[in-house]
């Protein structure tokens, strides 16, 4: 069989084929998919990432899944269909004969960044280990599995320092403490808009006890990376400041002030906004969750769907002490957003996105 190069593309099945800047790639001029010859595709997916020199994508394929009618522009034999990854299921061509590669236009993205794509598979796949299971066991807090943020979370540090400065703070004596109440809680009395106005902002960094704080803070940080990679700084800050604000707005609606004033105080409606807003771009992370000694990895939308119904028993039975309606207006408000920002979030970062698909594969 001769071995002679032709434009034929083998998709479209047309002579499509054109040379692009790199000679060994070609792209085809009707359906816009991409021909690599033989090595050229590890070439340009290493030039994508700073932190690779070389790439052997071959060593990451899944499993061979069967033959192709596409024909291999070279050799005229069936490629055939690779998974992506392991945990990825796109299907590209590999040729068997001259390790050429045939993507089709939507495939070519998710090839580029298939090695953060496997990186970020790994750690949303890894299993429970018996320090996961101490940790929960020791804590009652559920241990967190998602990608690893790209920046640095400093908005995120920030807010746990201030939180843990001002109780610390609160604690030095009875009249700092009180100083701390009566200026930066929320205090439904305030009669001055601009100090009530402040205390939206500030009741978000004032915490009662070491649990209640120690709880909130945890949290925060266990989400809030990922959260402020996705957004951006100072988005992440308006945002979580905005949510924390009307989260103490929807508490104070439902709150029956004839029995004496709101006192709220606590970064809890702000956090649980945050949830809303994990649940609708991390879906594929994990959170565990312990029955007794029992640790098993669940959806965010397993573990906040529990969250909210413990929250609801406690605002329908009234039990006191408890912002239930901050937690749950702010966990609704966080969805809303989480909702109306999926696409800006997704069209940022492609990795999210990715990820997103049905092709990512992740077993709790
Ligand atoms: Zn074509
Ligand atoms: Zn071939």
Known sequence: MPRTRTTHCPSCDTAGLVATSNPSILNCKHCHGLWFEDGSLNQAIAQQHDFIDQYNHELHLGPALRTSDRLCRRCRVPMTHYQLLAHYATEIDCCPDCDG???????????????????????????????????????AMPVEYNIRP????????????????????????????EWVFLNLALNSDTQSPTHFVLQLLTYQFVHGGLMHLAGNMYFLWIIGDNLEDALGHTAFLGIYLFMGAMAALAELLL?????????????????????????????????????????????????????????????????????WVAHLGGFMLGLLLGYLLRDYIFRKNPLIAMLNEPEAVVQR
């Open 101 to 139: 590669v045939w993507l089709d236009k939507h495939e070519v993205d998710q090839v580029m960044l298939s090695p953060k794509l496997k990186q970020a598979l790994t750690d949303l796949n890894q299993k429970v280990s018996w320090k996961s299971w101490l940790f929960q066991f020791l804590t």
């Open 255 to 323: 709150f029956d002030t004839s029995q004496g004033p709101l006192l709220l105080v606590g970064a809890s409606g702000s956090i649980a906004a945050l949830f809303g807003l994990y649940l609708m771009w991390f879906r594929h992370a994990s959170l565990t969750f312990m029955i007794i000694i029992y640790q098993k990895k669940l959806a965010p939308q397993w573990y906040f769907l529990i969250w909210s119904l413990i929250n609801l028993f406690g605002m329908l039975t009234a039990q006191g002490g408890v912002a």
């Open 150 to 177: 790209h920046r640095t979370p400093w908005v995120t540090r920030t807010l746990v320092v201030l939180c843990g400065l001002i109780f610390g703070a609160s604690q030095l004596s009875p009249a700092a403490n």
